[in-house]
């Protein structure tokens, strides 16, 4: 379980407010709101790419209470917990995919080399991707790449995947590729927390929505609920992507 209280972060003005969140593991939330909402510093604050300002972070019985200043073993050990997606992939081009893959168990988590690689051959499989193993990430695609990133996200077997805007550099027939294998994922019950602007994709994937507006939670609950609701500004979210 990952639960957050109090979460507020302020750059030249808030960001967030004052955020009381719950994420279960195995289930697939999707935060949406409008541009400026506070979606992906949530998602940053989670993994503590932006420091909170104040609030508490709980993971598998530890917990983080801000503000503090956190040293460099603590952000370790708290990041062991998730992986993130970002938009940009963020591969190292000097590595092949397999390489990519394998990087993150093998230098963080110190598996045995052929163990890592045997198991990225796999994710590489799962992710539709194994005849690539041995090119590099100039050589693939776009949507290739977040694939490529995706199965490194794996690899290191964390509790939650975060996924950043994971499609917004593609364009429609690479992101639907990108999709299909994160709603595997879901399916799969691995935990996921996405920010996206893919109503359609979120209708598909995700147990749990969170709304976001100004900072603050408008929505938090069930997927179908928050399709089905009557509520004049989630219907205006909505509609406006149809």
């Known amino acids: 379980m990952l639960t957050i209280k109090n979460l507020t972060k302020s750059f030249d003005q808030t960001v967030l407010e004052d955020l009381n969140i719950q994420f279960i593991p195995g289930e697939t939330t999707v935060i949406l709101g409008p541009s400026g909402s506070g979606k992906s510093t949530l998602l940053r604050t989670i993994d503590l790419?932006?420091?909170?300002?104040?609030?508490?972070?709980?993971?598998?019985?530890?917990?983080?209470?801000?503000?503090?200043?956190?040293?460099?073993?603590?952000?370790?050990?708290?990041?062991?917990?998730?992986?993130?997606?970002?938009?940009?992939?963020?591969?190292?081009?000097?590595?092949?995919?397999?390489?990519?893959?394998?990087?993150g168990p093998v230098q963080v988590k110190k598996v045995n080399k052929e163990t890592a690689r045997r198991e990225a051959i796999l994710l590489l499989e799962k992710v539709g991707l194994a005849d690539k193993q041995n090119e590099y990430p100039q050589q693939l695609s776009g949507g290739q790449m977040?694939?490529?990133?995706?199965?490194?996200?794996?690899?290191?077997?964390?509790?939650?995947?975060?996924?950043?805007?994971?499609?917004?550099?593609?364009?429609?027939?690479?992101?639907?590729?990108?999709?299909?294998?994160?709603?595997?994922?879901?399916?799969d019950k691995k935990g996921q927390i996405i920010v996206t602007h893919h109503i359609e994709f979120a209708r598909k994937v995700a147990d749990r929505i969170i709304f976001l507006e100004n900072g603050q939670i408008y929505f938090e609950?069930?997927?179908?609920?928050?399709?089905?609701?009557?509520?004049?500004?989630?219907?205006?979210?909505?509609?406006?992507f149809v």
């Open 49 to 103: 790419l932006e420091t909170p300002d104040k609030g508490t972070i709980e993971i598998s019985g530890e917990k983080l209470t801000f503000p503090r200043k956190m040293s460099f073993p603590e952000l370790k050990a708290h990041r062991q917990h998730f992986s993130m997606v970002f938009q940009q992939f963020n591969l190292f081009p000097h590595l092949s995919v397999l390489q990519n893959v394998m990087e």
């Open 146 to 187: 977040q694939r490529v990133a995706i199965a490194r996200a794996l690899a290191m077997e964390p509790e939650f995947i975060l996924y950043d805007e994971p499609t917004s550099a593609l364009d429609p027939e690479l992101a639907q590729e990108v999709l299909q294998v994160i709603q595997k994922i879901a399916q």
């Open 221 to 240: 609950g069930p997927a179908a609920d928050f399709f089905d609701s009557s509520a004049e500004r989630i219907q205006k979210y909505v509609q406006q």
